[in-house]
């Protein structure tokens, strides 16, 4: 069958893959946009710190786990 989704994932990553980042590096070079987000909210900063910007973080964090495609290249998981 060509068009089979693969069962497992990739065991081993290719040397010019992309390093896995933590969240505070993935977001730094868009500070102002979280900034801007915080602005937005109209929130008090400690709300904004807890709720908003943990949210944030997560989600940067997970979006690199996720795969480049559902079934072709780069499938796997961190794509």
Request: glycine share 4%; proline share 9%.
């Amino acid at each position: 069958m060509i068009f089979r989704r693969p069962t497992a994932a990739p065991t081993a990553k290719a040397a010019d893959a992309l390093p896995v980042r933590t969240a505070t590096e993935l977001l730094a070079p868009r500070h102002a946009a979280v900034r801007e987000i915080a602005q937005l909210c109209a929130v008090p900063q400690t709300h904004f710190s807890e709720l908003y910007a943990a949210a944030i973080h997560a989600f940067a964090q997970l979006v690199q786990q996720l795969p480049a495609s559902e079934s072709h290249h780069h499938c796997g998981p961190g794509g």
